[in-house]
């Protein structure tokens, strides 16, 4: 079992950055698929970018690339997801999740193909 754990999260500035993490609190990433999704209130939960277990295949949603980027260090059992150019419409609860599957197909978008998830940290961006 993976355990996941967020940090990073904030209140920024609208134009500010933040980098989230996703460490385990136990066992380690190696093998895994990475993905980082988030959910503001009252909407699904949104797809952002996903890593493959070696950090050399990423997969972005269209609406976010160019403003944020997935990385991983694997000697560090730790994901990134740095967010650059917040908006307000940026503000919601950013999870990460874990899955033994392929990075790069049809599925990595949907939040069913990963299998262990972190409990979210919140961004709140601000004007």
């Known amino acids: 079992q993976v355990q996941l754990v967020e940090s990073g999260g904030g209140l920024v500035q609208a134009g500010g950055s933040l980098r989230l993490s996703c460490a385990t609190s136990g066992g380690t990433l190696s093998g895994y698929g990475m993905g980082w999704f988030r959910q503001a209130p009252g909407k699904e939960r949104e797809f952002l970018a996903a890593i493959n277990w070696s950090g050399g295949i990423t997969y972005y949603a269209g609406s976010e690339k160019g403003r944020f980027t997935i990385s991983r260090d694997n000697t560090k059992n730790t994901v990134y997801l740095q967010m650059n150019s917040l908006k307000l419409e940026d503000t919601a609860v950013y999870y990460c999740?874990?899955?033994?599957?392929?990075?790069?197909?049809?599925?990595?978008?949907?939040?069913?193909?990963?299998?262990?998830w972190g409990q979210g940290t919140q961004v709140t961006v601000s004007s």
């Open positions: 999740a874990a899955t033994r599957s392929a990075i790069g197909g049809p599925g990595t978008s949907n939040p069913l193909y990963y299998d262990y």
